[in-house]
């Protein structure tokens, strides 16, 4: 069984900073690339950012180009979220989810079989 948990998610204030992390454990998975999904309220879950686990190719929603980073720590089994300049429209919970699907597209939720339970991120104008 994969376990991910997510980390590091609360109340900020507009232009604040968070960073987010997942740590993964239990049964080593084949990692072919890892990424942060969230949802707001009343909204379809969205792709935010993704990571190739060997290359550290990395892959943004446009929205959040330059103001988050996804980084991972492979000596650690780590993935990190740095959210930076955020805004009242960041609002929402953050899940991070693991992929063995090599080749497969890496901002579908499809892509993904194993998820994190999920970390509040709430940003206040």
């Known amino acids: 069984q994969v376990q991910l948990v997510e980390s590091g998610g609360g109340l900020v204030q507009a232009g604040g900073s968070l960073r987010l992390s997942c740590a993964a454990s239990?049964?080593?998975?084949?990692?072919?690339?890892m990424g942060w999904f969230r949802q707001a309220p009343g909204k379809e879950r969205e792709f935010v950012a993704a990571?190739?686990?060997?290359?550290?190719?990395?892959y943004y929603l446009d929205s959040v180009k330059g103001r988050f980073t996804i980084s991972r720590d492979t000596s650690k089994n780590t993935m990190y979220l740095q959210m930076n300049s955020l805004k009242p429209e960041d609002t929402a919970v953050y899940y991070c989810?693991?992929?063995?699907?090599?080749?497969?597209?890496?901002?579908?939720?499809?892509?993904?079989?194993?998820w994190g339970q999920g970390t509040q991120v709430t940003v206040s104008s």
């Open positions: 989810a693991g992929s063995e699907k090599y080749g497969y597209t890496m901002n579908r939720s499809e892509t993904y079989g194993y």
């Open positions: 239990g049964r080593t998975f084949s990692r072919y690339a």
């Open positions: 990571i190739h686990w060997g290359s550290g190719n990395t």
